[in-house]
């Protein structure tokens, strides 16, 4: 289980890109909330992307501070003068290694003069500091998603060493008819995530995590990323042919409801989702996501949507196609992989 601490002087901090077109540099810090909402909000009408960031994902960017650094581009010039116009964050998180991930943005009038290159090699250095001062064991890397409109990112982590990592998929389906919610025996049902289930939760997923070869939670990550956490669409499978109930998967959605003006409908989605190496071969996460399927259509949804990694194979991809699921669309990871200090 993975509790971050890192090494040194904490506040720390690479040097600024070179000031150039009237942006200075200044360290990203937690009151820098609104200004960071507004920034990512002009991107995204510009990108047009199929979601849209909520302020309270940008508030949870900004929590757990021993755990990121991230800088900001200000224009000192012009109409803009004043005005937030680029970000980097870079913050460790567990995977099956120690990772730093990096992300940011330019706004849309400020780009093609350079910052992004700025940012991409700021945050490399920013990693690169952070990995080295991590108190801990095992491989590390530094990673950036790349969406299917960042062809400029991805040039960028390309020039600079990056390589592609794994690709993710996009999937949605209809609510529209309904899948049948398979019979799973008289030992397992599906029951509604309740907050007495959690912590029991979190440790059935560390397990399972740590079947696929990914690091373990604390407490405090489990909670992180839940503002818009709907309990009421989210499911554990539990087998009761022991004296002692096991979970055997679970499913935890969200409602996020920023997205629905883009999409052009009301949309759930599918946060985690996890079944157990013993229970893989029966259809419990058949159960678990049509469950899911059925309390978001009662609920007004049109469309169900989640995310999967490629090397979590076909056999899970087959089942949400047999469920009606279809890809839609795709993001890719690239890495750097950092020695051991």
């Known amino acids: 289980m993975v509790s971050f601490q890192l090494a040194g002087n904490e506040d720390s901090i690479p040097p600024f890109p070179p000031e150039h077109h009237g942006i200075t540099w200044r360290v990203l810090i937690e009151d820098d909330l609104h200004a960071l909402g507004a920034l990512i909000a002009r991107m995204e009408a510009r990108d047009n992307p199929p979601y849209r960031t909520a302020l309270a994902e940008v508030a949870e960017m900004l929590s757990l501070p021993t755990q990121w650094r991230g800088i900001v581009g200000i224009a000192t010039k012009g109409m803009a003068s004043g005005r937030m116009v680029a970000f980097a964050q870079t913050r460790l998180r567990a995977s099956a290694r120690i990772e730093c991930l990096c992300q940011g943005g330019v706004d849309p009038d400020f780009r093609r003069i350079g910052l992004g290159r700025a940012l991409v090699d700021w945050q490399i250095l920013s990693a690169q500091a952070m990995l080295e001062r991590y108190k801990g064991n095992g491989s590390r890397a530094i990673v950036s998603y790349v969406e299917n409109w960042q062809d400029d990112l991805e040039g960028a982590l390309k020039s600079q060493g990056f390589h592609w990592e794994r690709t993710y998929y996009d999937l949605r389906a209809k609510l529209r008819p309904l899948p049948a919610i398979p019979s799973l025996g008289s ?46 669409w989210s499911f554990i499978a539990v087998d009761r042919r022991s004296d002692r109930p096991r979970i055997a998967g679970f499913v935890l959605s969200s409602k996020y409801e920023q997205d629905w003006a883009a999409l052009g409908w009301k949309e759930g989605y599918i946060d985690q989702i996890g079944v157990g190496d013993e229970w893989r071969t029966g259809r419990v996460l058949d159960a678990l996501v049509a469950t899911s399927m059925s309390a978001q259509a009662q609920d007004g949804m049109a469309h169900i949507a989640t995310g999967i990694a490629q090397a979590e194979g076909s056999a899970m991809l087959s089942v949400f196609e047999y469920l009606g699921f279809r890809v839609v669309g795709q993001s890719r990871l690239y890495a750097i992989d950092v020695p051991e200090a």
Do not use: C, H, K
Request: no cysteine.
């Open 187 to 232: 030992y397992i049902s599906i029951e509604q995530w309740s907050p007495q289930w959690d912590e029991e939760l979190r440790q059935a997923a560390n397990s399972i995590a740590q079947q696929q070869g990914r690091t373990a939670m604390t407490e405090e990550q489990w909670t992180m990323g839940r503002s818009s956490f709907v309990p009421e």
